[in-house]
């Protein structure tokens, strides 16, 4: 496949305006003060269905030919680019079907059946969701949309991007560091096409969990490296086994450097999200502000956005985060 452009984009960013918002950029007094930097924190998990992956599921949607979408789409996803393809399917009239893990949260299951997506499981240990819907989409003639290694996507997924750099410079500051959620890299992949264009000079950074750091390990050796099969996190959007293809290429190319934040991090970042920002996060979705608030990406002195890029937590885990003291 050909790599997308800050071109495409800006394209994207025209494209999906009937179905995503433009998320605001939050800040917080607290934040500032328990990191010592000005710290934006991005609110994707206010998009439609809760996460920043409707971005780049409308968008690659939206460019299928009217004459194909009768087939409809098949997706395979840990749950967020689940519930963002069945929500643009809904809208367009199409049908969906979506192979989603076993252990996927309940909440986001609901929603994709509710929006009339159909649900095939699979085991993410013993079996390869890729293999699963490459063989659906050719039972049924459906165009396959992947999560994250697709250009359509990662072009989608860079208006988040987009729409940051623009919104810190509307209040007369320049990023020195941006930090996103990163699993398969399409979110981060598509900011840096954004970055490299518009704010060159600013600092990519991945966070992902520390039991699936495999962007880390792979920016630091030059090439895809893959986790353990087997290994667990709460965090489970951030559960991808190896870089994609193409966001690690783009990813590498800008220059991205990769953290890993644990489980009791992210915790932590959700209980501080909820009660100095008044948002829901994930646990996947905080894992950008564990890294700002870990002190793992430093902060003082700086100006830093991170991805608030999902909200569709499990509320046993959601009430164990509001447990912590912040």
Not at 180 to 208: N, V
Not at 292 to 320: M, Y
Request: with cysteine; charged share 20%.
């Amino acid at each position: 496949m050909t790599l997308p452009t800050f071109e495409d984009v800006l394209e994207a960013d025209r494209r999906i305006r009937p179905l995503a918002l433009v998320t605001p950029l939050l800040r917080a007094d607290a934040l500032d003060q328990a990191t010592g930097g000005q710290i934006f924190v991005k609110a994707d998990c206010l998009q439609p269905r809760g996460a920043f992956k409707m971005r780049g599921a409308a968008n690659a949607m939206l460019k299928i030919p009217v004459e194909d979408r009768a087939k409809g789409v098949v997706a395979f996803s840990s749950g967020n680019h689940a519930q963002g393809i069945s929500y643009v399917a809904k809208h367009l009239g199409m049908s969906a079907i979506i192979v989603v893990p076993s252990d996927a949260p309940k909440g986001k299951l609901e929603s994709v059946e509710a929006d009339g997506g159909k649900i095939v499981t699979y085991d993410r240990v013993l079996e390869s969701r890729e293999a699963i819907g490459a063989a659906l989409a050719a039972e049924t003639g459906a165009t396959l949309i992947p999560p994250f290694d697709h250009p359509d996507v990662i072009a989608g997924q860079g208006t988040c991007g987009l729409e940051i750099i623009h919104q810190v410079r509307e209040l007369g500051l320049e990023l020195d560091t941006l930090v996103s959620c990163a699993s398969g890299g399409g979110l981060a992949a598509g900011i840096g096409l954004a970055l490299e264009a518009l704010s060159p000079k600013t600092q990519l950074i991945g966070a992902e969990p520390v039991s699936h750091d495999d962007l880390t390990r792979s920016l630091a050796l030059g090439k895809r490296v893959a986790n353990e099969p087997g290994t667990r996190t709460i965090q489970d959007a951030l559960m991808t086994q190896i870089p994609g293809e193409l966001t690690f290429e783009i990813l590498a190319r800008v220059g991205t450097k990769g953290v890993a934040v644990s489980d009791d991090e992210v915790l932590h970042a959700m209980a501080f999200a909820f009660k100095y920002l008044r948002i829901v996060l994930e646990p996947g979705g905080a894992a950008a502000l564990a890294a700002v608030l870990s002190g793992k990406v430093p902060a003082k002195g700086q100006v830093i956005a991170v991805t608030g890029s999902g909200g569709n937590v499990d509320p046993e885990i959601f009430i164990r985060a509001l447990a912590i003291k912040v």
